[in-house]
């Protein structure tokens, strides 16, 4: 999955792509580069960035998504919280509805998604972007997570969403402290695939790999991000959202080949 941000204020990539020539240009390089679906987002998710309304998240993503979906070729994702967003980008062309809240975010997100009848990723995050990493406490963090999602599967469920549309995320960076939390996460995430949903894990160019490595900036961070998602795929990971879409699909493609000639 690449990440097509249409924000000025993403963490690593932000304002690079505020007009749709450039925006479009970026997206077909991802989708050259390998990618198999495109994650398109209009308001940042990173600590502490300010809300945007529905409008303005709307005025970021369409134009995109209805130039990419009349091209044609690549399945879209809308990253959105908002449920008035991901019903415009659905009715645009998206088949998947990417929410950061799991659906929690407003009253209609749970039937809005069983609605749509699109994907939908439900990623777990300890309470909002504004303020979720004032002080993360977890006693086990993978168990609690894989609790969390597991509840709002059935939430999903329950609301009229079918099973094999759901997708489960761990939330990296998410209400998380950047090593005591993410790091046994990332080592526990067979407790999330073992819930039976696919699961995506995003974890690219992000903080606790920068305090892994010298406090590296997030483009230097391309080696960590590779080696998140290798941990991830030999966990069982069904899609890494990632910034870097040619090297991490030659990553993924290396180490596949590696497991099948060892279980050959
Ligand atoms: N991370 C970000 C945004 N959306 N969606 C899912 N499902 N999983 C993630 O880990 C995830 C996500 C944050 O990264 P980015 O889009 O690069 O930055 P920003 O939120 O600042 O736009």
């Not at 919280?81 to 799991?102: E, F």
């Not at 402290?177 to 990332?186: I, V, Y």
């Amino acid at each position: 999955m690449g990440i097509v941000n249409l924000t000025p204020d993403s963490f690593s990539d932000g304002g690079r792509l505020t007009d749709l020539d450039a925006a479009l240009v970026h997206a077909r390089q991802l989708i050259a580069d390998g990618a198999d679906i495109l994650d398109i987002g209009g308001e940042s998710t990173r600590p502490g960035a300010a809300p945007v309304s529905a409008e303005e998240e709307m005025r970021r993503v369409l134009p995109l998504i209805q130039a990419l979906a009349a091209e044609g070729r690549t399945p879209l994702s809308i990253d959105t919280m908002k449920p008035q967003v991901a019903r415009a980008a659905v009715a645009a062309g998206a088949g998947m509805w990417n929410d950061v809240s799991a659906l929690r975010f407003a009253p209609d997100s749970l039937a809005t998604a069983a609605e749509l009848g699109c994907d939908v990723v439900l990623m777990h995050m300890l309470g909002e972007p504004r303020t979720m990493q004032a002080e993360p406490v977890y006693a086990d963090v993978a168990g609690e997570v894989a609790a969390f999602l597991a509840a709002r599967a059935e939430a999903a469920l329950a609301a009229g969403a079918a099973r094999e549309r759901i997708w489960l995320d761990p939330g990296i960076g998410f209400g998380k402290h950047l090593t005591g939390h993410n790091l046994p996460l990332l080592a526990g995430l067979e407790r999330l695939t073992a819930l039976g949903y696919p699961v995506l894990l995003g974890a690219s160019r992000k903080a606790f790999i920068g305090r892994l490595d010298g406090d590296a900036p997030p483009d230097q961070r391309l080696g960590g991000s590779v080696a998140v998602t290798l941990a991830g795929a030999a966990r069982g990971v069904a899609m890494v959202r990632v910034h870097d879409v040619r090297e991490t699909a030659q990553a993924l493609k290396v180490w596949a080949a590696i497991e099948a000639a060892g279980s050959a």
